[in-house]
């Protein structure tokens, strides 16, 4: 298995925050693959019901379908907010209208895997692994993809989470950030002491030292970069909960000193089985304001930037005797960003009748998830075509459309 | 002794050369004794640091007084050591584990059951569903405890040690599924013949729910029997595949598509008494006739003929049995026990072991742990912890009697490793490659500190002396930075150093 030479490189460079890295023969095959580009990539975990975000307001058998958490028609009391005639958008998310006028806001509908599985936790994993129906594959389609990249920084990918991510698993190494609002809470090796007598024990060139000295110079510049935002934060309204924290952070890292070029978040709780209206308010409003401030905090880097939205399957068109729903096959991807052609819903819209139903209960899935990756990676992050196979194996992009600009 | 010779003066001068001889033989004795003692003691320590989890006092005291050797032997027979009383008080104040597995797939069968038939109201739902979350998480977490409380407390640490391995080689993920349920009688079933013979051990593993749920096994149907037609259920080639490329016989090591596709058809009717119904009313491995393919089967070149669950019996002794994996079975041994590029002189001899005992795991151990590359000193220290490894071995290097096992389990999780959750078959990695990363370092490091400073011992911070101790010789440069570091962060130093993060 071949490592990335992290770990031989060249010195850290004194008081540098870069760490100049890459001595794989692959190197000059990525002339062309950007360091400029940004990626975040936002995993709804629980199978967000993707229709009544992006709600086909046109289609009476919507309503016929929920008859009791359909949302409302527009112009109505809390009634969906239209987009473009047929699609409206759910109406705590009026915080992205902006960038859907400004065309930095896309929805692919009815995507999803290409095969139904109905285990959130199988589902998640052939989405995380980006090869859907094989379970054996040991690492993530991000880790993968970032091993396309030219390396850069030591923060280049992010987690935001304690645990890496079966996305991000692999060979690559991975920065990490603490979700919530204690990001930057004091490890016990942030103590002066304890650092510096560890900085000492670590202080050589072997392989531990250097990893050990590759951490530490992380830290301090994902630490740098958020203790500043920290300090301006205070001053103004606490912020309202984890994710919108984190985007804060992520918007940070991305934009300033710490280069980071790929993110991965995740927020869970989804899964709305029973009274699907009350989770949906719950939820909505802080994924709404957490992207608004991770676009605004991109902002320098807007044109340069896509994120990406995720969930491991959609949910059944028609409501359960719960108000709710239960696990259903295609979804709706959501694209945001500067680098996004905006401003519409992509994806082959089948209509709800029965005839156009998954096993005459789901959305089907017309669009591959890999579709829409596959664009972001080759046609935004310049990653060169042949090298895709790598990222996703034996998938093969048919480009019925394009949504990056 | 120096000898007096009482000489006349001419003799005076042959007096002092011989006296001068004998003085250097004494010291070149005891230089030899001191290197020899030396040897001995790293050696020991190596011994200690392969066979267990990490030195304690308890065991380094044995070691001293019985040797080195009486403790390998007793390792070996791990029936012979009477288990920890701080063990069995853990797993005895367990609930969900110490009832059968059976019982709780029904609880969460009648569950899901209500939830299904009894029409319940939005509140009855949200209730049941709080109710299977419960079930499943407390299920989950008490077969983490154990486990961790096992490879902790036990006395039985070869034992133990084995447990690690071939919980890895015969991986199941208990989120998949009902595998929670049964990952700990799964563990139990594994630990019974850890030490034993291989071919039970895969016969064990291959027909126990937790891993016939893990691979499909429980739903390969063949497509033209009864079942199969009603159901319109078909063949599933997971478990036939893994069961090959990863249990036996390795990736791409002598068998085809064909091979597979016969291996599967042989394995159906192979499942799950998942409501107690039949049999003996307990549970576990059932064969169900309607599921199966009574065809004559080709497999590795034997004719296997069409009867029925004797069929799987008879593939998985071919399979035991097979050359290819006594090689890919001893490879594997060497790699966790000697360095992550095994010898090959210590691959072959295993390879000859296992097969002339026919897959005596003992006698291939007890040669693994007397060959001359076991005990090269070259390899000493060389082999980097898992985060499971790591974790255990400062809870027994700090002494500390009641952990917080809970806590554990967020360390090694937080340092990707969780226990029961590796998401793939092959199980979790124990090569430097997979764990050796600048962010798992740092927080290793910080995990050391707060473990000295008492997080995982009621926030009573943990004896340097001890720790001195059961770490053991640490390198020069080691040495000499922890002689300069203020008294208060030595045990930080010493459990965060390249020495504790090796074995």
């Known amino acids: 298995m071949k490592r990335r030479n992290f770990l031989t490189a060249a010195s850290l460079a004194a008081g540098g925050m870069l760490l100049p890295i890459g001595c794989n023969s692959w190197v000059s095959q990525q002339a062309n693959a950007s360091n400029r580009k940004r990626l975040v990539v936002i995993f709804l975990r629980g199978a967000v019901d993707g229709l009544n975000i992006v709600v086909p307001h046109q289609a009476s058998e919507y309503y016929e379908a929920r008859p009791t958490i359909a949302i409302p028609y527009p112009q109505e009391k809390n009634g969906v907010l239209d987009l473009d005639g047929f699609f409206g958008l759910h109406p705590t998310l009026k915080d992205l209208l902006p960038l859907w006028k400004k065309k930095q806001l896309a929805f692919v509908h009815s995507c999803g895997l290409p095969i139904s599985e109905r285990s959130h936790f199988l589902a998640q994993d052939y989405v995380e692994s980006g090869t859907p129906g094989i379970a054996n594959t040991s690492d993530g389609w991000m880790n993968r993809l970032l091993a396309q990249l030219p390396s850069e920084s030591l923060t280049q990918a992010l987690n935001v989470g304690v645990t890496t991510p079966y996305i991000l698993k692999g060979k690559m190494p991975v920065a990490s950030l603490k979700p919530g609002k204690n990001s930057v809470a004091p490890i016990p090796t942030d103590r002066p002491g304890v650092k510096a007598a560890f900085g000492k024990l670590y202080s050589g060139t072997d392989e531990l030292s250097k990893a050990f000295q590759a951490g530490s110079k992380a830290r301090e510049v994902v630490l740098a970069e958020l203790n500043q935002e920290r300090m301006m934060a205070s001053r103004g309204a606490t912020n309202v909960n984890a994710f919108v924290d984190d985007a804060a952070e992520v918007a940070k890292l991305m934009v300033g000193n710490a280069k980071t070029q790929l993110a991965f978040m995740e927020i869970g709780g989804w899964d709305s089985h029973v009274n699907q209206d009350q989770i949906l308010e719950r939820q909505l409003p802080s994924l709404g304001t957490g992207l608004a401030t991770l676009i605004s905090g991109l902002e320098p880097i807007l044109n340069d930037t896509v994120v990406v939205i995720v969930s491991e399957f959609g949910r059944t068109v028609r409501e359960n005797g719960n108000k709710g729903t239960d696990h259903g096959f295609g979804n709706v991807m959501w694209l945001l960003g500067g680098a996004v052609k905006g401003g519409k819903v992509y994806g082959d819209w089948l209509g709800l009748s029965e005839s156009a139903l998954y096993k005459n209960r789901d959305l089907p899935v017309n669009t591959d998830f890999r579709e829409i990756l596959s664009q972001v990676v080759v046609n935004h992050l310049n990653v060169s075509s042949d090298r895709l196979d790598l990222i996703f194996p034996d998938y093969k992009p048919t480009n019925p459309f394009d949504v990056i600009a | 002794m120096l000898k007096q010779v009482n000489c006349k003066q001419k003799n005076n001068k042959l007096k002092s050369w011989f006296n001068i001889i004998i003085l250097i033989s004494i010291f070149w004795l005891c230089g030899v004794n001191f290197a020899a003692a030396n040897e001995s003691l790293s050696h020991q320590r190596h011994v200690l640091s392969r066979l267990s989890f990490g030195a304690n006092s308890a065991e380094i005291e044995q070691i001293n007084k019985s040797g080195i050797e009486a403790y390998i032997q007793s390792q070996l027979k791990p029936q012979t050591i009477e288990e920890s009383p701080l063990l069995e008080d853990y797993l005895v104040r367990l609930d969900l584990i110490n009832q059968k597995p059976v019982e709780l797939q029904k609880k969460e069968i009648s569950l899901y059951q209500k939830l299904r038939n009894s029409n319940p109201s939005a509140k009855q739902e949200q209730k049941i569903r709080k109710d299977v979350r419960n079930l499943k998480t407390q299920a989950m977490n008490e077969a983490m405890g154990a486990h961790l409380a096992r490879a902790i407390y036990s006395n039985r640490q070869l034992q133990e040690v084995m447990v690690d391995f071939w919980f890895n080689h015969f991986n199941v993920d208990a989120r998949k599924k009902a595998v929670r ?90 499942g799950i008494d998942r409501e107690g119904k039949q049999g003996d009313g307990q549970g576990g491995f059932f064969f169900f006739p309607r599921r199966h393919d009574r065809q004559d089967k080709v497999f590795l070149d034997y004719k296997i003929k069409g009867s029925g669950v004797e069929e799987g019996k ?56 007397h060959s001359p590359e076991f005990n090269d000193p070259q390899y000493y220290g060389q082999k980097f912890k898992t985060p499971y490894q790591y974790l255990v071995s400062l809870v027994r290097m700090g002494e500390i009697e009641q952990p917080e096992i809970a806590r554990v389990k967020g360390m090694i999780g937080q340092l990707s490793m969780p226990v029961y959750q590796c998401n793939t078959p092959d199980g979790y990695d124990n090569v430097e490659s997979a764990w050796l990363n600048p962010d798992a370092i740092l927080r290793r490091t910080s995990f050391a500190t707060a473990i000295s400073r008492g997080v995982l011992n009621r926030q009573n911070s943990v004896e340097t002396q001890k720790i001195a101790q059961n770490l053991g010789e640490v390198s020069t440069t080691t040495k000499q930075i922890i002689d300069k570091t203020p008294d208060k962060l030595r045990a930080a130093l010493m459990m965060g150093s390249p020495e504790a993060m090796y074995r």
Request: proline share 4%; charged share 15%; hydrophobic share 40%.
């Open chain 2, 314 to 369: 008879q593939a998985i002794e071919i399979l035991a049995n097979h050359p290819a994996t006594a090689h890919f079975i001893s490879y594997k041994l060497a790699q966790y026990f000697v360095a992550d590029i095994p010898p090959e002189s210590l691959v072959n001899s295993l390879t000859k072991q296992f097969s002339n005992s026919r897959g005596n795991i003992k006698i291939v151990l007890d040669a693994l742990i």
């Open chain 2, 181 to 270: 349920f049964w990952v700990n009688d799964y563990e139990e079933q594994i630990r019974t013949h850890a030490l034993g013979n291989f071919a039970d051990l895969l016969l064990a593993t291959a027909q126990h729910p937790a891993m016939l749920m893990y691979l499909d096994n429980y739903t390969n149907t063949a497509p033209q029997s009864p079942a199969g037609k009603k159901n319109k259920q078909g063949l599933n080639e997971n478990y036939a595949r893994e069961l090959m490329e990863l249990h036996t016989l390795g990736v791409n090591d002598g068998y085809s598509q064909d091979d597979i596709i016969s291996l599967a058809r042989i394995f159906t009717g192979w």
